[in-house]
Nanobody, 121 residues
Framework: HVQLVESGGGSVRAGGSLRLSCIASTYAGNCMGWFRQAPGAACELVSS???????YYLGSVKGRFTISQDKAKNTIYLQMDRLKPGDTAMYYC??????????????????WGQGTQVTVS
């Protein structure tokens, strides 16, 4: 029964920065990541990181967002720089037992946090 808790969301002006954190109650698996969902839109994978350190980024956030992990603390982070209004969404931390693969769907992740709101204006 892995539990995930996100924090760090808030409201910022365009061009600003935020850092999201996700703390797992225990080792959460071989792949952890961040999803986001805007009102009326589908839930999309923003970034993921494997236990081996490999990373994935959604094309629209490449060069602006950076995912990282602290294995000793069972924690991952998402540093978000040069934020745009299009980044506004609920951001969710998720984890899966299997490794990070291409084209992962929300259904591929078995553990989820409660979400943290990011608003950019």
């Amino acid at each position: 029964h892995v539990q995930l808790v996100e924090s760090g969301g808030g409201s910022v002006r365009a061009g600003g920065s935020l850092r999201l954190s996700c703390i797992a109650s225990t080792y959460a698996g071989n792949c952890m990541g961040w999803f986001r969902q805007a009102p009326g839109a589908a839930c999309e994978l923003v970034s993921s990181i494997g236990s081996d350190g490999s990373t994935y980024y959604l094309g629209s956030v490449k060069g602006r967002f950076t995912i990282s992990q602290d294995k000793a603390k069972n924690t991952i982070y998402l540093q978000m720089d040069r934020l745009k209004p299009g980044d506004t969404a609920m951001y969710y931390c998720a984890a899966r037992d299997s490794g990070c693969e291409w084209n992962l769907d929300p259904r591929d992740f078995g553990y989820w946090g409660q979400g943290t709101q990011v608003t950019v204006s």
